[in-house]
């Protein structure tokens, strides 16, 4: 069956940076475009990031670009973010989840505060 | 962007109850849509993709369908466990905007 397993977060002072890694298992990795996906305490979704399964393409939403980078190891079967510059607005748990969401890992928090 | 926006924000029906929740995109996205269930500390899971085709496993009182602009999900009778919390997205271009979301409570 589908597995995602997200690992990374965690506390973080503003200006600090987090790698986040999301294991895959289950499919064939590298058939498949992959996203990050977060959600702020008590709000709703927002999209962050895709890259596709060549590594060709990658989007980043407006709110973290040029801070945020997206990665994967289709050899190790594994997706990243590494997110630098972090901001209190950060504040969130980063889903991994396959495609634009047909399948989803268990989310890790990330808590960007001094 | 194209925003995406749903309504209600919340509501509150009976078990047995038919609920539908509708999704506006600001411009047209074929069927480009999908629909997810999120229930408290729980990660999101797929209902509906292509506006209107169950997901694998979902029972089939949840209904997708609309096209171009707006979208429907119906669920035809609510059970306990469907408390939760729906959203659409479209799928049609990046960035792949989400609804607001819209909160199912029991009565």
């Known amino acids: 069956q589908v597995q995602l397993v997200e690992s990374g977060g965690g506390l973080v002072k503003p200006g600090g940076s987090l790698r986040l890694s999301c294991a895959a298992s289950?499919?064939?990795?590298?058939?498949?475009?992959m996203s990050w996906i977060r959600q702020a305490p008590g709000k709703g979704l927002e999209w962050v990031s895709y890259i596709s399964s060549s590594n060709f393409t990658i989007y980043y939403a407006d709110s973290v670009k040029g801070r945020f980078t997206i990665s994967r190891d289709n050899a190790k079967n594994s997706l990243f973010l590494q997110m630098n510059s972090l901001r209190a607005e950060d504040t969130a748990v980063y889903y991994c989840a396959r495609r634009h969401g047909d399948y989803w890992g268990q989310g890790t928090l990330v808590t960007v505060s001094s | 962007d194209i925003q995406m926006t749903q309504s209600p924000s919340s509501l509150s029906a009976s078990v047995g109850d038919r609920v539908t929740i509708t999704c506006r995109a600001s411009q047209t996205i074929s069927s480009y849509l999908n629909w997810f269930q999120q229930k408290p500390g729980k990660a999101p899971k797929l209902l509906i993709y292509?506006?209107?085709s169950l997901q694998s496993g979902v029972p089939s009182r949840f209904v997708g369908s609309g096209s171009g602009t707006d979208f429907t999900l119906t669920i035809s009778s609510l059970q306990p466990e469907d408390f939760a919390t729906y959203y659409c997205q479209q799928s049609f271009s990046t960035p792949p905007a989400f609804g607001q979301g819209t909160k199912v409570e029991i009565k």
């Open positions: 292509a506006a209107s």
């Open positions: 289950g499919f064939t990795f590298s058939d498949y475009y």
